[in-house]
């Protein structure tokens, strides 16, 4: 399954509990609707104030093609699309997004983890949008990740559901893939993760502490993005 993930900032004239009023009521009605989209989900920040996002929308699609033709592809910003919903969905978010300041990623959704059978409406998500070191490849980069750091990952406690999420145009994506670990509680979270804005956050036992370690060897941890928040499905055609 294919994924277009938007990190959300609000306009600078809107306050947050603002901004999510107007992305439920009124964006959220067109966006479900755009052509070709199977699943639609949104993940609301359980702490805004120190959240670096005010939200992320995630928009599947069965094909890669159906993807750019909605939302258009790595590196192009400006995308202008012709079909009638994808084009007013476009044309409102300049109602309530900082669309310059929206990082987003185009990728391909691998489960290493699933406890849920896919149901993740209500559960706690952190979501981390990475970046390799410098000297790294991002062919050697995800050759770590997937053969050395997922091991450890997906076995995390408290862990429910782990996804990872690769670019399907490297060279044009803004980062080199996405994290998504998913938890029925969101003080196991903390305690695994870290809260929002403890980015020196050091666990100190189990399989989170060994994971949070070997972070130094693939990441550049300071340039890493990363949001918590609650999952919220909207729609789902699946």
């Known amino acids: 399954m294919y994924k277009h993930v938007a990190l959300l900032v609000r306009q600078d004239d809107r306050s947050h509990e603002e901004f999510v009023d107007y992305w439920q009521t009124n964006h959220t009605p067109i966006a479900k609707e755009i052509e070709g989209v199977v699943r639609y989900q949104q993940v609301l920040p359980t702490d805004p104030e120190n959240a670096e996002f005010d939200g992320i929308a995630e928009l599947y699609f069965e094909t890669l093609e159906d993807l750019h033709a909605a939302l258009g592809s790595p590196g192009s910003r400006d995308y202008d699309p012709t079909k009638d919903v994808a084009a007013e969905a476009r044309r409102d978010v300049d109602n309530f997004l900082a669309i310059d300041e929206r990082p987003r990623l185009i990728g391909e959704e691998i489960v290493q983890k699933d406890e849920v059978s896919g149901d993740t409406d209500g559960l706690y998500k952190h979501s981390a949008f990475l970046v390799r070191q410098n000297g790294m490849s991002h062919e050697e980069f995800v050759d770590y990740w997937q053969e050395n750091h997922t091991p450890i990952a ?14 399907t145009d490297p060279e044009n994506a803004e980062f080199d893939g996405v994290a998504e670990l998913y938890f029925d509680d969101l003080e196991k979270l903390y305690d695994a993760l870290g809260s929002e804005g403890s980015r020196d956050y050091d666990p100190d036992r189990g399989k989170a502490k060994e994971a949070r370690e070997d972070v130094n060897n693939f990441l ?18 699946g």
């Open 220 to 237: 550049a941890i300071d340039e890493r993005p990363r949001l918590i928040g609650r999952e919220r499905l909207v729609t789902d055609e």
């Open 154 to 167: 997906r076995e995390i406690e408290g862990v429910v559901k782990y996804n990872t999420v690769l670019p």
